[in-house]
């Protein structure tokens, strides 16, 4: 079984940058395709980045590529989410999420392509 815990959402300008951390347990690190996703209230939960296990592999959501960088440091059992140009659009929980594969699928925006899920940050952006 596979621990997930988020913690860095928080409150923010628009325009302003938080950075979202997930650690990660119970399963050897670098074997696992991390991602991470968002549901506002109201709305689907909805895909936002994911990254290979080794790291040479990222995908983004076309909204929030160019703002949001993925990364991960192995060492850490942890995945990062770097959020610059926060827009008010960008509220939501954010959920990151873990596979039991090395590789990110093609099916990687869909919910069921992932195994493991975090309880959730939130991340509020004002106007």
């Known amino acids: 079984q596979v621990q997930l815990v988020e913690s860095g959402g928080g409150l923010v300008q628009a325009g302003g940058s938080l950075r979202l951390s997930c650690v990660a347990s119970g399963r050897t690190f670098s074997n696992t395709a991390m991602g991470w996703f968002r549901q506002a209230p109201g709305k689907e939960r909805e895909f936002v980045a994911a990254?290979?296990?080794?790291?040479?592999?990222?995908y983004y959501a076309d909204s929030v590529k160019g703002r949001f960088t993925i990364s991960r440091d192995n060492a850490k059992n942890t995945v990062y989410l770097q959020m610059n140009s926060l827009k008010p659009e960008d509220t939501a929980v954010y959920y990151c999420a873990a596979r039991r594969t090395f590789y990110v699928t093609t099916a990687y925006p869909r919910q069921e392509s992932w195994d493991y899920w975090g309880q959730g940050t939130q991340v509020t952006v004002s106007s």
């Open positions: 990254i290979s296990g080794s790291g040479g592999n990222t």
